[in-house]
């Protein structure tokens, strides 16, 4: 909310698109949290609990893992980017395991607490005060504010099957179904 649109529109490209100005409200586990709302049947910390292991026990880079970072490492950003996937500056190789213990703090908080733990809650606080110090604009409150949007998806039928995706504004569900 406090970012102003002309100030943005004036930035240069690369800061509109990987500087601290460039950080929405991330939108992904209110989404999950309205789906689960709705229509789950589990727990959050069932749902969680394999991304928690997963992050705290870590994941082996294979051969497109170890390609993807050596093609990140050159982009700019800001601050948890290819630094999650290479705390040590170097980009792992296949074989390598990469843990993310901060992920599974985060995560078990999130299975723990719900979605108000980002939205209003700790980790909301702390991402916040994070983004502000490095220039950005979001706040606790802009958190706070975040509803989704529900939209009825896009669909296809292809092979005798009826294919969802999103609809716009996302962009990735039209091509998925143009494809």
């Keep these: 909310q406090a970012l102003d649109t002309e100030t943005f529109t004036a930035l240069p490209k690369a800061s509109r698109e990987t500087g601290p100005e460039s950080i929405g409200v991330p939108g992904m586990l209110a989404g999950w949290d309205e789906a689960h709302r709705r229509w789950g049947t589990r727990p959050w910390p069932t749902l969680l609990q394999p991304a928690i292991e997963a992050a705290r026990k870590g994941v082996v880079v294979d051969h497109y893992d170890h390609h993807a970072l050596l093609e990140a490492q050159d982009k700019p950003g800001v601050g948890g980017g290819f630094e999650l996937f290479a705390p040590d500056g170097q980009v ?88």
């Design 92 to 179: 792992p190789t296949p074989g390598d395991r990469i843990t993310q213990p901060d992920q599974a703090r985060s995560l078990s908080l999130i299975a723990e607490g719900g979605a108000s733990v980002l939205y209003g809650g700790e980790l909301g606080r702390r991402m916040a005060d994070h983004i502000r110090s490095i220039g950005g604009q979001m706040t606790i409150k802009d958190l706070e504010n975040y509803r989704p949007v529900v939209r009825t998806a896009l669909s296809v039928e292809y092979a005798g099957a009826q294919i969802y995706a999103a609809p716009p504004p996302a962009t990735g569900g039209a091509t998925l179904l143009l494809a």
